[in-house]
């Protein structure tokens, strides 16, 4: 059974750091992709990085690109998504998600971020 489990959010003050974790279990093959989602209140859910397992081919939206950044560590099984600079528009519930195919099938439960003054 796949799990995925996301933490390391929290309230943050403009220009702060946050770096957010997921960790995974369950997965039976080596290639997969595991990316981080966000949605803000009364918004689309967005597709803010992704990261490869097969080839640590990385993937940042134009939003996050220059102050975030995805990493993985395999012995751990965990994927961290470092958050730098944020804004107040940053402010979302996070969401890890993984797929072995085309399509997201599993997710994690959200890690709620908010940047406030």
């Known amino acids: 059974q796949v799990q995925l489990v996301e933490s390391g959010g929290g309230l943050v003050q403009p220009g702060d750091s946050l770096r957010l974790s997921c960790t995974y279990s369950?997965?039976?093959?080596?290639?997969?992709?595991i990316a981080w989602f966000r949605q803000a209140p009364g918004k689309e859910r967005e597709a803010v990085s992704c990261i490869v397992n097969s080839d640590g081919s990385t993937y940042l939206s134009d939003s996050v690109k220059g102050r975030f950044t995805i990493s993985r560590d395999y012995a751990k099984n965990t994927v961290y998504l470092q958050m730098n600079a944020l804004k107040p528009e940053d402010t979302a519930v996070y969401y890890c998600?993984?797929?072995?195919?085309?399509?997201?099938?599993?997710w994690g439960q959200g890690a709620q971020v908010t940047v406030s003054s």
């Open positions: 369950g997965f039976t093959r080596e290639s997969y992709a």
């Open positions: 998600a993984a797929r072995s195919g085309v399509e997201y099938d599993y």
